[in-house]
């Protein structure tokens, strides 16, 4: 069966330079990552073969003492599964700890484990400064703005 989607459209020469003139801007954000990450995380996620998707669950956690696999999978816009997956492996590494729901025993908790919580929280804490100093300075509508255009972005990035 073949599929009836219509072709990407292909972007004007203009429309790549715009593009591509982003990249610069957030690429050094993310290059950054590795070298900021604490050498115990870095070597965790080294060990246990740990990829950025997995470093994506990690912010989500210090921000509740403790979310389910669903409420990860929501947050993230993974599936259920994939946050499963992604929470199944940073457990074998020992970065979280799974609990079962004492309210709803079919529901699964995640939190960080203890051990390892203060290191996550500075590194956590470390990458957003630049985001938060950024926030701090636009106004109530720049904000939406800024939110939205990433929003948008991220979800175009997630269904490419």
Known sequence: MMDDAPPPRLP???EVK???GFVPLVEAYFRRAQAEMP???REIFRSHRLTARHGAIIPQLTTA???SVSELADRMGVSLTTASELVSDLSRAGLVERRE???NRRRTLVSLAAHHRAMVERFVALRAAPL???L???SPQERQGLVAGLTAWAHEVRNW
């Open 65 to 67: 003492p403790s979310l």
């Open 18 to 20: 715009e593009a591509l």
């Open 39 to 41: 050498d115990e995380l």
């Open 12 to 14: 004007r020469p203009e």
């Open 136 to 138: 701090d300075n636009l």
């Open 101 to 103: 729901d004492p309210d």
């Open 132 to 134: 938060l100093r950024v």
